[in-house]
C-alpha cells in the first residue's frame, strides 16, 4: 500500500533491507529554518557527516505529491531554493500529496515517515513544544503528539526558549515520553547548553541509547524518546544575550499577529538578522552535532536487530 505514496532511494532502501543503520533528516530545516545558500551548504554536510560515520542519511521530504525518503542533490537543492514549498505537518499531509504539491516535512511528519519506512532514528535541531501563553492558546507543536505515538528517536538540541520549555516538559511527561541527556542531566534550550529544567535520565553512550530503545519498542512501550543532545560547549550563545533577542522577536511576532506555523520560521528569520547571524552559526553547528549523535545510535541499534 505504501508503495502507491512512497519513493524511497535505492541507497537507502538498500541499507534498510540490509539491516543497516539508516538516519531521517527533515526538510523543514532546509525549506524553512536557513537562508539559502546556508541551507543547501547544512544539508549537504549534514548527510556526508552521516556516510562518514558509516550510517546512511535519509533526508525526508513531499516532491510533486510524493514521499521522498532519501533526496537526490537535485532534490535538495530544489528544497533549498524554491520559495514556494509549503510546511508540512500531519494535518497537511493528505492534503499536500492529493494537489501533487511539494511539501518540506516538520519533525512530526519526518517521524511519522520515518517511521513508516523503518527508520528508526532521526537527528533534528530542535523539537517544536508548547507555545509561551499555551495554556491559554492550546498552541501546541504536532511534534510533541507524534513523539507520543510514533516510534522513532529524535536526537536534538532541546527545544528553542521561544518556546515554554517548562510546559513542553510537563506535556511529554504525560504522554509517557522519556526525555534522556546525553551526557548531561540538564535539558538544553537550543542555542545554550542548560535550560534550567532537569531531564529524566542522563545516558552516556550511544550504545544505552539505542538499548533503551530496543527494549522501549520491544515492549511494546508506543512512542518515541527525545535524546537531548547540547550544542557543543565552544558554540553556546550567550544566554543573556540571545534570550533577549528571542523576548524581542517573540513580542514582535504578537504585534504582528503571527501565528501557528509561521511562527518559527518568521522568529529564526528575525533572530539571524539580530544577530547578524551567529544564531545561524550556532544553529548549524548544533545540527552536525546532533547529526552526528544520531549516526553512532543508529550504528548501535543496527547491531541489536
Request: glycine share 10%.
Amino acid at each position: 500500500m505504501l508503495e502507491r505514496y512512497m519513493d524511497i532511494k535505492d541507497e537507502v532502501k538498500k541499507a534498510l533491507d540490509q539491516g543497516r543503520a539508516v538516519v531521517a533528516l527533515e526538510s523543514t530545516i532546509i525549506s524553512h529554518g536557513m537562508p539559502y545558500p546556508e541551507n543547501i551548504i547544512s544539508a549537504k554536510k549534514s548527510e556526508a557527516l552521516i556516510r562518514e560515520a558509516g550510517a546512511v542519511p535519509a533526508t525526508i521530504a513531499v516532491i510533486k505529491g510524493r514521499i521522498k525518503i532519501g533526496l537526490t542533490e537535485e532534490d535538495l537543492d530544489h528544497m533549498g531554493r524554491d520559495s514556494e514549498i509549503a510546511k508540512v505537518s500531519r494535518r497537511d499531509m493528505a492534503l499536500v500529496m492529493a494537489k501533487g504539491m511539494d511539501g518540506a516535512t516538520t519533525v512530526a511528519t519526518t517521524m511519522l515517515c520515518s517511521e513508516r519506512a523503518g527508520i528508526k532514528v532521526f537527528a533534528t535541531g530542535g523539537i517544536g513544544g508548547v507555545h509561551r501563553k499555551g495554556q491559554e492558546t492550546f498552541d501546541i507543536s504536532a511534534d510533541l503528539m507524534e513523539l507520543a505515538g510514533t516510534n522513532v528517536g529524535v536526537v536534538s538540541a532541546g527545544v528553542k526558549s521561544i518556546l515554554d520549555i517548562g510546559l513542553t516538559l510537563e506535556y511529554l511527561e504525560t504522554q509517557g515520553v522519556p526525555v534522556v541527556g546525553y551526557k548531561t542531566g540538564n535539558f538544553p534550550a537550543f542555542y545554550t547548553r542548560d535550560s534550567g529544567f532537569k531531564v529524566d535520565y542522563q545516558v552516556d553512550s550511544p550504545k544505552e541509547i539505542a538499548q533503551a530503545l530496543k527494549i522501549k519498542w520491544d515492549l511494546g512501550l508506543k512512542g518515541g524518546m527525545v535524546i537531548a543532545n547540547p550544542i557543543p560547549a565552544e558554540y553556546e550563545m550567550d544566554p543573556e544575550y540571545i534570550n533577549g533577542v528571542i523576548d524581542e522577536a517573540v513580542e514582535a511576532a504578537e504585534k504582528e499577529g503571527i501565528k501557528g506555523k509561521y511562527i518559527t520560521p518568521f522568529i529564526l528569520a528575525r533572530l539571524h538578522t539580530r544577530t547578524e547571524d551567529k544564531s545561524l552559526f550556532a544553529n548549524k553547528e548544533l545540527v552536525y552535532s546532533n547529526v552526528r549523535l544520531a549516526a553512532q545510535i543508529a550504528l548501535e541499534y543496527a547491531k541489536l536487530r
